[in-house]
């Protein structure tokens, strides 16, 4: 699996990384066969939203702290962090298409707030 297009996040840098930022944070497992499948398409969405929003990992096996400060209970699991407060979470894995739809909207309501 390339992971060299995201940030990994840990617990030395989580926080940091999502201040002032829209970030989409990935929380998976090596030994998670949906996660992997689901990396293939975290690219696609980087590119599509690549001015909008960050994408970054977080393998929660490394990082139990921050799984579970962030109740994540199922994997994959991705959060949608604005200025590290969560605005929509995804469990399981997501269909490309709706997790574009569900993103936009989410970033359409950011715009619309500002």
Same mark, same amino acid.
């Given at each position: ?47 599509? $939203? /690549?001015?909008?929003? *960050? ?7 490394? +990082? &139990?702290?921050?799984?579970?400060? #962030? ?9 949608? $962090? /604005?200025?590290?407060? *969560? ?7 997501? +269909? &490309?298409?709706?997790?574009?739809? #569900? ?12």
């Amino acid at each position: 699996m390339n992971q060299s297009n995201f940030q990994e996040l840990n617990y030395l840098n989580f926080e940091a990384a999502m201040a002032g930022k829209i970030m989409l944070i990935d929380f998976w497992a090596e030994w998670c066969h949906p996660c992997k499948t689901q990396h293939l398409m975290l690219s696609e969405i980087h590119q599509h $939203f /690549r001015e909008q929003l *960050e994408v970054a990992l977080l393998n929660v096996d490394d +990082n &139990k702290l921050i799984a579970n400060q #962030h109740s994540v209970r199922n994997l994959p699991t991705l959060i949608l $962090f /604005r200025d590290g407060n *969560e605005i929509r979470r995804f469990i399981g894995l997501q +269909n &490309k298409e709706q997790l574009i739809h #569900h993103i936009n909207a989410q970033l359409n309501k950011i715009q619309q707030n500002d």
